[in-house]
Nanobody, 113 residues
Framework: VQLQASGGGLVQAGGSLRLSCAASGSMFSISAVGWYRQAPGKQRELVAIMSSGGSTNYADSVKGRFTISRDNAKNTVYLQMNSLRPEDTAVYYC????????WGQGTLVTVSS
């Protein structure tokens, strides 16, 4: 499985971005897809996750602002990010879980104040 993340960039505080993660290869028995982020000097943290059944979970810091979704026909997972804050600045990684864990290459999101 290969994951290709895109959609990062520079945005002003209060703005929006949509990240995409396109998956290719054999995706048998996917248990969950998600987005994580890692800010400079900090550990990687969960942002949003969606189970195979469609249930979602979000970090408290992004609840009400970010939305994870997926398009099964396109094998793509999205992260819609609204009301962005400078503290959302990080490299965002998509993640896919089967019996293995797969990571995308990361896409940088920079939010200016």
């Amino acid at each position: 499985v290969q994951l290709q993340a895109s959609g990062g960039g520079l945005v002003q505080a209060g703005g929006s971005l949509r990240l995409s993660c396109a998956a290719s290869g054999s995706m048998f028995s996917i248990s969950a897809v998600g987005w994580y982020r890692q800010a400079p000097g900090k550990q990687r943290e969960l942002v949003a996750i969606m189970s195979s059944g469609g249930s979602t979970n979000y970090a408290d810091s992004v609840k009400g602002r970010f939305t994870i979704s997926r398009d099964n026909a396109k094998n793509t997972v999205y992260l819609q990010m609204n009301s962005l804050r400078p503290e959302d600045t990080a490299v965002y990684y998509c993640n896919l879980q089967t019996i293995y864990t797969y990571w995308g290459q990361g896409t940088l999101v920079t939010v200016s104040s």
